[in-house]
């Protein structure tokens, strides 16, 4: 049922001769949920769907599906006898049959009237009714992954995996079918971990989102959550814009070189951190930059950068350090142009 935990990893890794791909990841996704594995490539996102389809089999630690454990210890339930789906990159459609027929092909058990049920079905879901009779070069590429994921839907399994799902759509097509993918795995009412180095997909596609960095999972947690309270440097650079700036604790500020914020909304701050070094995070709508005015200049502009409706500015302050400020068109910054930069945020994040 619903909220009920349905996969489990416990303490897993997988080693390999020169190196550990997944390091003690530890992660539990419910009835019913769309977890997403963030990260860069190389982090362990395609290791770890492997280890949760049987394709792989962990050095430590348990897997579990339902109340099985199909990998730990002496346990390992095979790929074939695991009721886990996979939908593949390229979508791996097979050219020679229909929509229908790829649809149709996991349906091995039920007979013939109940599987053209159960297709048509599956066709209405991800909205394809009128395609069933065409071959997949036959088809867009958001068509052909509907009918993926349709076939890999077919069967009911109780997990499905997306290993990054997006990556062969154009930009445009990738976004719209976000949207789509997310309405269907909810319709279908599946379980599923998809995985993405890409991290507004992560963000607007995910119930939760588990951020990977060198085997390991560096913060799990809803979209929102991860993104506004990242609980390391890694994961607050890797999901936004951000720089970082060092900063001084001093009688319950920190202050930093363009300004200075209340210490009480660090976490876990107390008085004996005074005069500790930290590192504050800037987010590009954390800063405004304003033209320089006599002495009151704090540094200049490297690099503008526009990004359709406003611009990102890459200004250098005269300590050294680099930050980045988000403006509209009304306020305009040449190359070269001396700013003065002021904090706008009251609550920064940092670091000790
Ligand atoms: P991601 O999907 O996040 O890009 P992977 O899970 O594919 O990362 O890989 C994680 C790390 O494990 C990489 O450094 C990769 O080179 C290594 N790795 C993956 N599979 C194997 C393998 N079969 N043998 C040796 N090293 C591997
Ligand atoms: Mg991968």
Redesign the pocket.
């Given at each position: 049922p619903e909220g009920e935990t349905l996969l489990e990893l416990d303490g897993v890794f997988k080693e390999?001769d020169a190196?550990t791909?997944v390091e003690d990841v530890s992660l539990t996704v419910k009835q019913g949920e769309l977890l997403t594995l963030l990260?860069p490539?190389?982090?362990?996102?395609?290791?770890?769907l492997r280890l949760i389809a049987g394709l792989e089999r962990p050095t430590r630690g348990t897997v579990t599906i339902g109340a099985e454990t199909v990998a730990g210890g002496s346990a390992f339930v095979t790929p074939e006898a695991r009721d886990v789906g996979i939908v593949f990159q390229d979508f791996a459609l097979f050219p020679h049959l229909t929509v229908k027929e790829n649809v149709a092909f996991g349906l091995t058990d039920a007979d013939e009237e109940e599987r053209g049920a159960r297709v048509e079905e599956l066709l209405d879901l991800v909205n394809l009714p009128e395609h069933g009779e065409k071959t997949p070069d036959q088809l867009s590429g958001g068509q052909k992954q509907r009918v993926a994921l349709a076939r890999s839907l077919a069967p009911e399994p109780e997990v499905l995996l997306l290993d990054e799902p997006f990556s062969n759509l154009d930009v445009r097509l990738r976004v719209e079918m976000r949207e789509e993918v997310r309405r269907i795995l909810k319709e279908a009412g599946v379980t599923a971990v998809s995985?993405t180095h890409d991290q507004e997909e992560a963000l607007s596609i995910s119930d939760r989102v588990a951020v990977?960095n060198e085997?390991r999972v560096e913060q799990i947690g809803d979209p929102a959550a991860v993104f506004e309270q990242p609980e390391s440097k890694f994961v607050a650079s890797f999901l936004g814009r951000a720089s970082f700036l060092e900063g001084r604790l001093s009688e319950g500020k920190v202050e930093t070189g363009i300004g200075r914020f209340d210490a009480a909304t660090l976490e876990g701050y107390d008085t004996t951190y005074d005069n500790a070094p930290v590192d504050v995070l800037v987010r590009p709508d954390d800063v405004r930059a304003t033209p320089a005015t006599g002495e009151e200049a704090d540094g200049y502009v490297l690099r503008r950068q526009y990004v359709g409706p406003s611009f990102i500015y890459r200004v250098e302050l005269d300590s050294g350090e680099t930050v980045h400020c988000l403006h509209n068109h009304v306020e305009n910054f040449e190359t070269d142009q001396r700013v003065a930069v002021d904090l706008v945020a009251d609550h920064p994040l940092a670091w000790y």
């Open positions: 390999y190196e791909a990260g490539s190389g982090c362990g996102k395609t290791t770890t995985v990977m085997g």
